[in-house]
C-alpha cells in the first residue's frame, strides 16, 4: 500500500511550517503564498487545519491535462512534469479539491507530489498535525470543519 | 476474428477513446484511425503561438506512439461517407473500411462572420493547426491586429497575440465581451482590466465588410468608425463537423445525439467530443460542450465501452478558464442560469468578483475573476468546481456565504465534499498515467 499524507486539524496550532517547508521543497523559496499545503483558520482564529492534495483515485489534474504533463510518481503522488507543462491551467480547474496551483513565475502548474516520498511538510510539523502513513486516503478534516464552524455560524446568525 | 474498432477523427476525444481502449481489452482488438491531421492537441496551441512551446509539443499521438498501440492510421485522410447497415466508413480516396464498431469524433471548425471579405487575403481563423501556423507567419512587431469576436477562443490566445508586440483591438457583437463564459458585471472589469493594459475594446459592434485598402484592411460597421489592420482574425465560433453524416440516418441536433454509454441512435456507433451532443451533468439535458475536458471524459467512456465494458457517462460540465494580462476569470456550470438565486461580491478596487448560482441549498453555477497573484493563493478555482460537481448541500452556510461569498473554503471543508468526491471516478476505477498504457499481445 502506498503512503498518504493524513491529516490530524485538531493537533493543528496553526504556527506555518509546514507551508514554509512545502514552499522551500516545491519552490527554492520560503514563500508560503506558494505553499501547495494550506493552512486555514476555523471558528474565528481559535482553530486550523493544513489542507492538501488527497492523490485522489481519478486524478483529474492528470486526466485533464492535454499533454500528458502529469503522471504518477514513484510515491505513487500525482506529479506535474515542469518540461511537458504549457501553463494552461486546465488541471487547476479540473481538479475539484482546488490543490493544483499556478506558479505566475514560472507559467506552470504545481501541486502536492509527496515530496518524492519524504514530504518536508510532515517533518516540518512540530505537533505530528501531519503524518505520512500507509492508508488510504480519506477526508480527513469534514467532521472537525463541520464541528468548529457550526459554533461561528450560530454566532452570526444570532 | 478480432474485434474491429474504427475511430474517425484524431483529436483529444479520439486518443483518449484509442488509449483506453487499450487499457481496457481483455482480447486484442483491431483499431483503424481515419485523421485529417496528425494528431495534436487544440488547448495548447496558444503556448505555440506565444512561442513558449516548439511545434512538435502539440502533438499528442506520433507515428511511433500510434505504432506502439498497435493503430492502424490513416492520417491526411477524411471520412466521407458511413453506411450504418452495412458498417462500411468511404474515406475521400475510395477506401473502404469495416467496423464492428466507430467512434465519430471529427471535432469542429472555425466559423466566419457572414460577410464580403471574410475570406480575405489576412483574415485568419485560429482554430486548426494550420490555421495557428498562418497566423504566426502574419504576425510581426508594430503590427496592427484586430480581432473579432470577444468570445472564449479569442479570449485564449489574447495573451499570446500581444506577446508579438502588436497593437490588438477586439470588437464583439454582443453588448458585453465573453458573453457565453461571465456575466455583465464580470465583463466590466475585464474590460477595464485590458483597457487599462493597452487594449482597445468596441463592444456592441457589427462588423459589415473587410475590404483591401492600400495594403491594409478595412472594417466596417453597421455603426460608428471603421477600423484599419494589418491583420484581422475571426474568432466568431465553431460549428460541429457533422456534414458528412447526411443522409447516414445518424441523429444529429445540434451535434450528434448520443445516450448515458455515448452510443448514437445507431447502437454500433459511438461521438464523443466537440461533436457529441450529450448530457449536461447539471440540467440533464442534451447540449454540446466543445471544451478539452469534455472530449476526454467522452473519449474516455467510449474507449471503455468499445472495449466491452459496461460504463455510464454521469454528464459533462461546463468549465472554462483564461488569462488576460494576469487577469484570471472563471466560469462553472450553470453560470448563466437566469432563473436561478445568485450571490455575488464584488471587489472593484482589486479587482476581484465572484458569483454564486444555487438551486436550493446546492451550487449549480460559479464565476470567480481576480488577479493571477490573487486567484494562485488561494484554493478556491477548485474548489468551485468541486461544490459543482459534487452537488453537496450547503445549507448551513447559505447565509454565511451570502454575507461574504470570498469565504468558501470553511463551506467546502464543513460539507465534507472531499468525503463525497474521493470515490468518485469516471471509469469506475483509479485512472492509469499517461504513458503506462500497456498494449495487449
Known sequence: ?158 | MPRRHLIVGGGTAAVNAIRTIREEETEKSEITLVTAERPYSRMVLPYYLDRSIAEGHVFTATAPGLAQWDVKAHVGRRASRLDVKANVCTLDDGTTIEYDDCLVATGSSAVRAPVPGADGRNVHSFWTLDEARGLIASLSPGAQVVMVGAGFISFTILNSILSHGVALTVVELAPHILPRMIDATAAGLVEKWLTDHGVTIRTDARLTAIEDAKGKKRLRFARGADLTADVVIMATGIKANVEWLQGSGITVKQGIVVDDHLRSSVPNVYAAGDVAEGRDLISGNGAVHAIETTAQEHGRVVGANMAGRDVRYRGSLIINIVEVCHLDVASFGAWDDTKAAAITGLRPERPAYRKLLWSGDRLTGAIILGPSSDIWTTNDVGMLKGLVQSGVSLAPFRAHLERNPFDIKPAYVAAKTTAVLLPETVLGRPSKAPGETPVAV
Open chain 1, 1 to 158: 500500500m502506498t503512503k498518504v499524507l493524513v491529516l490530524h486539524p485538531e493537533r493543528c496550532t496553526g504556527c506555518l511550517r509546514c507551508e514554509l517547508a512545502c514552499s522551500y521543497m516545491q519552490t527554492g523559496t520560503y514563500h508560503p503564498a506558494k505553499s501547495v499545503i494550506k493552512v486555514s483558520p476555523f471558528e474565528g482564529h481559535t482553530s486550523y487545519a493544513p489542507y492538501t492534495c488527497t492523490q485522489c483515485a481519478e486524478g483529474w489534474c492528470m486526466t485533464a491535462c492535454p499533454v500528458g504533463a502529469i503522471t504518477i510518481n514513484v510515491a505513487g503522488a500525482k506529479d506535474v512534469i515542469d518540461d511537458r507543462c504549457v501553463g494552461c491551467k486546465l488541471c487547476t480547474i479540473a481538479c475539484p479539491y482546488g490543490t493544483v496551483f499556478y506558479d505566475t513565475d514560472t507559467r506552470k502548474a504545481y501541486k502536492c507530489n509527496l515530496c518524492g516520498g519524504d514530504p518536508a511538510c510532515a517533518h516540518a510539523c512540530p505537533t505530528a498535525a501531519i503524518t505520512y502513513e500507509e492508508r488510504a486516503t480519506e477526508d480527513w478534516l469534514g467532521d472537525f470543519a463541520r464541528e468548529r464552524t457550526a459554533h461561528a455560524l450560530a454566532l452570526e446568525a444570532a
